[in-house]
């Protein structure tokens, strides 16, 4: 405690730390809470799956593009108005982090939103985030399809309480990201506001 009392920049560095900790983890429009930590489950849990959606160049894709590849896969929206630009900026760091084991890799962003997410959207939108991320839209049923097969839970959720949907909705959604192996079968996944490197060194451990 002495350390702190004589060091008011210790402070703010604390004080700091946890605002942006907050920030992350309760969301400010309320993205599904997590609990914080990596977690890794054994296999067979049933999360994952077959799905056919359109790739951000308009392609139809199916997990079987990806075979002999690790994905890591996120599901969200780009109107989202903050964790799943955050979820994706780690993502996209924690694979290159993974140096030249990071083609090894597959970083995916699925919308569960597609009526405002159209492929061409999509493409501007993971450009941001990293070169190779690929960004998956489809028709509603192929999203709606694609969610169910990886449990992900989503709900539009009108502007105005009550109100009708109308354009400017949020979606409320599950916020993990999957990482499934070289036959798209499930192994882990990373919830809210992970370190990159420790998503990392997750990945390095099954690569
Ligand atoms: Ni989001």
């Known amino acids: 405690m002495d350390k702190f009392r004589r060091n008011p920049v210790l402070w703010l560095i604390v004080l700091g730390a946890i605002l942006v900790y907050s920030v992350l983890e309760g969301g400010l429009l309320g993205d599904k809470k997590g609990d914080g930590t990596a977690t890794t489950l054994a296999t067979g849990v049933g999360i994952g799956g077959p799905f056919a959606l359109v790739d951000q160049n308009g392609q139809t894709v199916t997990h079987e593009n990806f ?10 929206f780009t109107f989202c108005p903050d964790i799943c630009l955050a979820e994706l900026m780690i993502m996209g ?9 990071a083609e090894e890799v597959v970083p995916i962003f699925i919308t569960v939103d ?9 493409k501007d939108y993971v450009a941001a985030f990293h070169p190779r991320m690929v960004g998956l839209s489809g028709s509603e049923e192929q999203v709606t399809a694609a969610a169910k097969a990886y449990r992900v839970y989503y709900k539009y959720m009108p502007a105005k309480k009550d109100g009708e949907l109308g354009d400017d909705y949020n979606v409320d959604h599950t916020s993990y990201i999957y990482l499934m192996d070289r036959s798209g079968n499930y192994l882990a996944h990373f919830t809210k506001g992970q370190d990159p490197q420790a998503i990392a060194d997750g990945i390095k451990k099954v690569l």
């Open 114 to 122: 597609p009526k405002r997410d159209p492929p061409e959207k999509m």
């Open 67 to 76: 075979a002999g590849k690790l994905m890591l896969v996120y599901f969200g």
């Open 93 to 101: 760091q924690a694979v290159d982090l993974l140096g030249p084991q």
